[in-house]
């Protein structure tokens, strides 16, 4: 039996695809653009029998940053820590994304 599911809900696909992973293997998923792409990672940890995941922003294709924007326990918000630089309303960063971001980091 399976222990983690994935699925990708939008896509250009007209059915949902989905992937099983097993406490032994975790499950791995990639979501990517041609400016970068973000890795999702889980596994089990046996050593604390809990389900551990990381979310990192990885290159693609030679293009993006690699760092680390989430680590943590599943369902558990006080065991997870997120990274994660607040972008200030004075950025050079798109102007109608700006408030979005604070709104999730504040």
């Not at 990708?8 to 041609?34: M, N």
């Not at 792409?37 to 029998?49: C, E, G, K, M, Y």
């Not at 690699?66 to 943590?72: E, K, L, T």
């Amino acid at each position: 039996m399976s222990h983690f599911y994935g699925t990708i809900p939008e896509s250009a696909r007209k059915t949902t695809p989905s992937a099983r992973g097993h406490k032994t293997t975790g499950l791995a998923t990639i979501a990517a653009s041609w400016h970068g792409a973000i890795r999702v990672n889980l596994w089990h940890d046996p050593n604390h029998d809990q389900d551990c995941f990381e979310v990192e922003m990885i290159p693609w294709f030679s293009r993006g940053d690699r760092h680390v924007i989430a680590r943590g326990t599943l369902g558990d918000a006080e065991k997870s820590l997120a990274y994660v630089k607040k972008i200030s309303p004075d950025s050079t960063a798109t102007r109608d994304r700006v408030p979005l971001i604070q709104q999730v980091i504040d």
